[in-house]
């Protein structure tokens, strides 16, 4: 009897389940080099804060820029269609969870103000912050030259799933290829997974590719439509893609692992996966100056037709500038996630985030677990 030809799966990696190996030398933390370049704009730190109507305003993208990263504002969101959206950002807050998805749905129906759009931008930018914006690739057309005209210094073109191959039915769809060559400032695109997609999309010229599919808290796409890779294989796949890219064409189009991060170590593994950057909703949620209180949602939930997301609240835990750089007297790992990337950083004897992506990792399942079972139990 012939043998049936199985669809054949390979094991994926979360956060949880490797570890980083020590180097063979160790360096001082405070001799590290953990800035990231997109194009011509530096970051002093490798941390973006994601393009959430409840992470980031443009007081929340002075503020982080401030500190050396980097806020998106969303430019299909709230801070774009009201004059004054903290009434409706407090609206969802306060909102029962068995209406909030309803009410997102209705108060995203109000019209995208070009003029709001700019004025956003040009706020930021009169503080003296770098400006990143974003929006889904329906949008980016009409939305990215008023931005450029504003003074965005990064655009972001943003969807569930991007690849540099789109079939539809609109005569003239978005081609990365052409709207990269046209645009002044450095074009970011995602999300994506896999190694061949992002390969096709640094051929396309953009200056930098987010990773990662449905892993944020507030993200359901995962239950939803049932896709994803987990964010260290993930990572791993796509950095893959960027040093054969770079070898081939002596260009480096860095990528950051956007979503499901939540502590200090979670950023070093994204980092020793091959990770240029890291983008995080939940954590800049928990920061006083968040807008939402220490709630958000994600640009899918008010889908009018197939919500993926959800509103989740985490609280206001820190300030953005404990949970940066401390000082904090939490032992989880949730606060001074740039003083954790260094020390890791100093452990494995990487002076730069680059030296940090060689670093040998394992496959680790207990690496939480093993010999805490006092913590566990709470003793």
Known sequence: MPSPHAKQLRRAYGFDEVAIVPGQVTINPEQTDVSLRIGEIHLPIPVIASAMDGVVDPRFAITLSKYGGVGVLNLEGLQVRYDNPDDEIAEIVEAPKERVTELMQRLYSAPVREDLVADRIRYIKNAGATCAVSCTPAWTKRLAPIAVDAGADLFIVASTVTTARHYSKSERGLVFQEFCAEMPIPVIVGNTVSYGVTKELMETGVAAVLIGVGPGAACTSREVLGIGVPQITATMDCAAARDD?????????????????????????????????????????????????????????????????????????????????GPTDKTDGTENLVGALRTCMGVCGARTIRDLQQAEMVIAPAIKTEGKVYQMAGL
């Open 245 to 325: 890219y770079y070898r081939e064409s002596g260009r480096y189009v860095p990528i950051i692992t956007d979503g499901g991060l939540r502590t200090g170590g979670d950023v070093c593994k994204s980092i020793a996966a091959g990770a240029d950057g890291v983008m995080m909703g939940s954590p800049f949620a928990a920061t006083e100056e968040a807008p939402a209180r220490g709630n958000h949602w994600g640009m899918a939930t008010p889908h009018a037709e197939l919500p993926r997301g959800t509103r989740v609240s985490v609280g206001v835990r820190t300030s953005l500038k404990r949970l940066l750089f």
